[in-house]
DNA sequence: CGAACGCTTGACTTCTATCAACAGGTGTGG
DNA sequence: CCACACCTGTTGATAGAAGTCAAGCGTTCG
């Protein structure tokens, strides 16, 4: 539905797509590509709050909340097609489309459950199983490239990879190349493959 | 206005109003009295998600995510009274009540607000200033006893505290006797009260 | 082609969880 | 109303997980 905006826009890998701290103008519908939300936390580090893909939308909360200024930022982990709806069309559609009032009251309501979730587990679960359960949601997401390789569908540094498991990049490292030597997971420069997937499974629920 | 509802519940201290898992059924207003959200983590230590108070509203993220189960379990901190609203009269409310969805939006959004920035706040900040952060939280949300002593007006357990905070107890009761001893806070049984509100802060956000 | 950035590894330190033992308080049933 | 049992709070000692720092190498992009 959204799609069907007229205003779509093209975004560079790593191009800024809204930061916290500014007046939000609009939300965003992903046509094509990936982008990372996120928070700075200490000393300008970024903590990933959520991931989002093609179709989904991003910018929503700020509007939703009647927030003055926007408290996470977005920003494009590859080359992204976004189509951009300004708060009034939002706003007048949510006003006169009790569908799509209730679908967004769905979204959030899910968003919260995210949020929620990931803040238990990164209060109590080890780092090795936030990694490995961070792996499965990955893959649950994006899915796995057409290849016989079955490599998960998405390219992330170590450092986003840090950031969405909670962690330092110099950590997710170390740990990435330990489960590979045990043939959990492959790994060929970027692209990472789940091999034993049980194990990581029960790696993520201890 | 959801206060108006007949069906007013007592609930004793220490009592479990809805648990993760169940069906959920209902939201319920808080009358008078305070409560918890948590979810279970490993081996079943609580993860505290959000406080409530008098007014508060509780249990309408499973019912507005359409969810077959709860995904929080909700308990009362101390004696309460709580009107329960079945889910089909939140249902009737919702579809019939525009501003009511409206305002319902807005609290989602700002739920979500609350759960990424504790989530920011434990992945990258020390356990001493979540604490101290926690307390000052607790001082804006639950305001000082109309005593002298300007106590914090709730009554936590050191395991609820730390449930909240992120943590164990015994970890909190430890920071919590530093604090006293440079002259932070005062301690009085379970009655915390703020003395150095400046470096509370500032060791909130270091 | 070179500078900048990202990746990797090792050594080290610090923070925080865990365990155990005991003191103090609370509540319940007799 | 008292006594006992149980839960909560407190402290110390210890171990281990994870963060930090630094150096060197590989890759990428302008």
Redo the contacts between chains.
């Keep these: 539905m959204l799609l069907r905006s007229k205003r779509v826009i093209f975004f560079k890998k790593g191009k800024v797509i809204f930061s916290e701290g500014n007046a939000p103008v609009g939300v965003y519908c992903i046509s094509s590509g990936k982008v990372k939300l996120y ?1 700075l ?2 000393e300008g ?1 970024e ?1 990933i ?1 959520r991931m989002a893909k093609a179709g989904s939308l991003i910018g929503y ?2 509007l ?4 003055e200024y926007r ?2 930022s977005a920003k494009t982990i590859e080359d992204s097609y976004l189509c951009y709806i300004p708060k009034e069309t939002f706003a007048h559609l ?2 006169t489309n ?1 569908a799509f ?2 679908r ?3 979204i ?6 995210i ?11 080890s780092l090795k199983a936030r990694l490995a359960e961070t792996l499965l949601e990955l893959k649950d997401f994006y899915g796995t490239a057409n290849g016989e390789d079955q490599a998960i569908n998405i390219t992330l540094t170590r450092e986003d990879l840090a950031g969405l498991v ?2 330092a990049s110099a950590c997710i490292i170390r740990l990435l190349s330990e489960l590979k030597k045990q043939g959990v997971i492959g790994l060929a420069g970027k692209k990472i493959t789940i091999k034993d997937y049980e194990t990581l499974q029960r790696l993520a629920n ?1």
Aim: glycine content about 8%; overall charge neutral; aromatic content about 2%.
């Design positions: 928070k936390g200490i580090k903590q709050v909360r700020s939703t909340g009647n927030d408290t996470a949510l006003e009790a009032a209730f967004l009251i769905n959030l309501a899910e968003d919260i459950k949020a929620q979730d990931k803040l238990t587990d990164i209060a109590q679960k909670g962690t201890p």
